[in-house]
C-alpha cells in the first residue's frame, strides 16, 4: 500500500510539473544603463521586459542557417521597435542613437554560444557572443529607419556591424573606419565589449579587423514582422493582467470555439495576439484583434485543425505597463475522419446486431421433445 501511495504522488508531481508552464504566464525583464550623449552628463536606466509568449515563439522558431546570407533572418526590428522608440526620445543624433545601441549590448555578459539565436532569446537568457550582440544592435538601428548591415569576418570568425551615418562620426576616438558597399560608407560599429561607459563607439574597429576579408551582409531578408513586441520605458512599468476563457473545451474540427478575454488595465485598441501550439508544434500566432472600450476582446477560431491544442493570449504592453499573457487553455478537437470512422463503426455495428437478431427470428422452431407416455395399468 505505500509503495503504491508513493508511486501515485511520483505520477502526480510528474504532471504538475508538465502542466505548471502552462498555468502560470510570466515575463523577463532587463536593465540597462545609458549616457547621454555626447557629454554624458545625463544618466538613463532603461527598462525592457518580454513577455513568456513571444520568448516561446522564438525559441520554437527554425534557426537553421542554410547559408550566410540567412544571418539576416535573424534581425528582428519590429520586435525591438519599442527599445528604438525609446532611445530616439534621448537621442536626436544618428551617431549618438548608434553609441546608445552599443551601450546596451555592451551589457549582456559575453560567452560564446554553438546555436544561433534571435535578439529575444539573447534579451532574455541575458548572454551571447559577437554574432547574437550584433543581431540584437542591428535590429534595433533598422527599427529606427537607418540603414544598417551585418558585416562578416569568415576568417576571424566575427560579426559586428556597419552603419551609413548623416555625417562622419564625431565621437570616435581614431580615424573613423568604414567599410565601402555600393557606394556608402558604412561605420564600423563593435557589438562585443562589457564596458558600455568606455567601451567601443561606432567609427572605431579593433585593429585585428581592419584589414581582415569582410562580407557585408545587408538586410532585406530580415525579419519584417513578429506577433509580438518586447516592452521599453525609462520608468518601472506598472504591472497587467489578462485573461482568457474559450466557449467549449471539446470541438469537432471545422467547428468554430469563441476566446474572450479582459486586459487589465482596460485599455481601448489594444491589440491582443492569440497564439496556438497543435500537439508538439511550434507555437504559431492565430490572429490578433483589439479591445473594446472596457478591454474586453472577443474571438471566434474556425478550428480547421485536429488534436491537443493549446490557446493563449498575449498583450506586449506599452511605455507604462508591462505585457501580459494569459493563462493557457486547452481544447481537444477531434478529427473529422475520426468521428466518420466512429460514425461508420457504430452504424456496423448496429447492421451486425440487428442482422444477427433478424437471423435468430428466422431460424425455424424445433419442438422440444417430450417425454414417452406410460400407459394405464
Not at 581582415?212 to 531578408?221: D, F, K, M, S
Amino acid at each position: 500500500m505505500k509503495k503504491s501511495k508513493t508511486l501515485l504522488l511520483i505520477v502526480a508531481l510528474l504532471l504538475i510539473s508538465h502542466l505548471l508552464p502552462y498555468v502560470f504566464s510570466q515575463y523577463y525583464s532587463q536593465s540597462y544603463q545609458l549616457l547621454n550623449e555626447p557629454d554624458g552628463s545625463t544618466h538613463y536606466s532603461i527598462n525592457i521586459t518580454v513577455q513568456q509568449s513571444l520568448y516561446d515563439y522564438y525559441v520554437e522558431k527554425t534557426h537553421t542557417l542554410y547559408s550566410d546570407t540567412d544571418f539576416a533572418k535573424f534581425v528582428t526590428p519590429y520586435a525591438l521597435q519599442p527599445i528604438a522608440n525609446s532611445l530616439a526620445t534621448i537621442y536626436a543624433d544618428d551617431e549618438d542613437f548608434t553609441n546608445g545601441v552599443l551601450m546596451i549590448v555592451h551589457q549582456i555578459p559575453y560567452e560564446a554560444t554553438g546555436p544561433v539565436k534571435y535578439p529575444v532569446e539573447t534579451i532574455v537568457e541575458n548572454r551571447g557572443d559577437c554574432d547574437l550582440f550584433s543581431y540584437i544592435a542591428a535590429s534595433i538601428i533598422k527599427a529606427h529607419g537607418m540603414d544598417v548591415v551585418l558585416l562578416y569576418y569568415e576568417t576571424q570568425a566575427h560579426m559586428n556591424i556597419g552603419v551609413s551615418l548623416s555625417h562622419p562620426p564625431n565621437d570616435a576616438r581614431e580615424q573613423a573606419y568604414y567599410v565601402t558597399y555600393n557606394n556608402i560608407h558604412y561605420y564600423v560599429a563593435e557589438a562585443t565589449g562589457g564596458d558600455w561607459q568606455n567601451g567601443w563607439r561606432v567609427g572605431e574597429c579593433p585593429s585585428d579587423l581592419k584589414n581582415a576579408p569582410v562580407q557585408v551582409i545587408t538586410l532585406e531578408n530580415s525579419e519584417s514582422w513578429a506577433p509580438g513586441q518586447v516592452s521599453a520605458s525609462y520608468k518601472t512599468l506598472s504591472s497587467s493582467t489578462l485573461s482568457l476563457a474559450l466557449s467549449t473545451g471539446y470541438l469537432i474540427q471545422g467547428g468554430t470555439v469563441t476566446l474572450s478575454g479582459q486586459l487589465s488595465p482596460s485599455l481601448q485598441n489594444t491589440t491582443i495576439t492569440i497564439y496556438i501550439k497543435v500537439n508538439t508544434s511550434p507555437w504559431k500566432a492565430l490572429d490578433t484583434v483589439t479591445t473594446n472600450n472596457n478591454g474586453f476582446f472577443s474571438y471566434i477560431w474556425n478550428a480547421d485543425t485536429a488534436g491537443l491544442c493549446y490557446v493563449r493570449a498575449s498583450w506586449s504592453g506599452n511605455d507604462t505597463y508591462a505585457g501580459a499573457d494569459s493563462t493557457i487553455q486547452t481544447i481537444t478537437i477531434l478529427s473529422t475522419f475520426f468521428i466518420l470512422l466512429v460514425t461508420m463503426t457504430a452504424i456496423l455495428v448496429g447492421v451486425g446486431i440487428a442482422i444477427f437478431l433478424a437471423s435468430r427470428q428466422n431460424q425455424p422452431q424445433i419442438p422440444e421433445p417430450q417425454p414417452p407416455e406410460v400407459p394405464m395399468a
